[in-house]
Antibody, heavy 120, light 107 residues
Framework: EVQLVESGGGLVQPGRSLRLSCAAS????????MHWVRQAPGKGLEWVSG????????AYADSVKGRFTISRDSATNSLYLQMNSLRPEDTAFYYC?????????????WGQGTLVTVSS | DIQMTQSPSSLSASVGDRVTITCRAS??????LAWYQQKPGKVPKLLIY???TLKSGAPSRFSGSGSGTDFTLTISSLQPEDVATYYC?????????FGQGTRLEIK
């Protein structure tokens, strides 16, 4: 069974940094691209970032480009999102999601999410 | 960047009704389109990919069609458990983009 468990969310002041983690299990992590998708409370889905199977390709939404960095570690089956220069509009539930294949396309399994609140 | 626009933003229908949700891309995306269902308080679930391929295990009353810029998600006979928000998503190239969502309620 595919399992994705996010951690690292919390309350952070504007301008500060936070690192999200996602522990993956139940599938061969190295065979799949991965994503971060966020959802502000009561709002729609916003794709944040994706990374292909071997970290050879990463992509970002314009809203986070230059501030967020996605990475993965095959030794620990983990996905990360380093978030710098956080803004109040970054407040959202952040979901880790597995892609259907090697390259960045559509997510087919989602974690339960971790809440990031950016506020002073 | 390509924008995805869904219509309507919300709709109310009766059990047994045929329901159609539309998604329009600002540029052609071939069939690189997925549909997701998000029930209240739950995580999104993939329903359809490649515009018309139903994910294994998804109810057969759901179907998708379209190519290029215009796509539809159809529920052939609405059931109470279909109350949810539905999102389209294009994935032909980064950045991946979701539509703004269509909230479906039972009348």
């Amino acid at each position: 069974e595919v399992q994705l468990v996010e951690s690292g969310g919390g309350l952070v002041q504007p301008g500060r940094s936070l690192r999200l983690s996602c522990a993956a299990s139940g599938f061969t992590f190295d065979d799949y691209a991965m994503h971060w998708v966020r959802q502000a409370p009561g709002k729609g889905l916003e794709w944040v970032s994706g990374i292909n199977w071997n970290s050879g390709s990463m992509a970002y939404a314009d809203s986070v480009k230059g501030r967020f960095t996605i990475s993965r570690d095959s030794a620990t089956n983990s996905l990360y999102l380093q978030m710098n220069s956080l803004r109040p509009e970054d407040t959202a539930f952040y979901y880790c999601a597995r892609d259907q294949g090697y390259s960045i396309s559509w997510p087919d399994y989602w974690g339960q999410g971790t809440l990031v609140t950016v506020s002073s | 960047d390509i924008q995805m626009t869904q219509s309507p933003s919300s709709l109310s229908a009766s059990v047994g009704d045929r329901v159609t949700i539309t998604c329009r891309a600002s540029q052609g995306i071939s069939n690189y389109l997925a549909w997701y269902q998000q029930k209240p308080g739950k995580v999104p679930k993939l329903l359809i990919y490649a515009a018309s391929t139903l994910k294994s295990g998804a109810p057969s009353r759901f179907s998708g069609s379209g190519s290029g810029t215009d796509f539809t998600l159809t529920i052939s006979s609405l059931q109470p458990e279909d109350v949810a928000t539905y999102y389209c998503q294009k994935y032909n190239s980064a950045p991946i983009t979701f539509g703004q969502g269509t909230r479906l309620e039972i009348k």
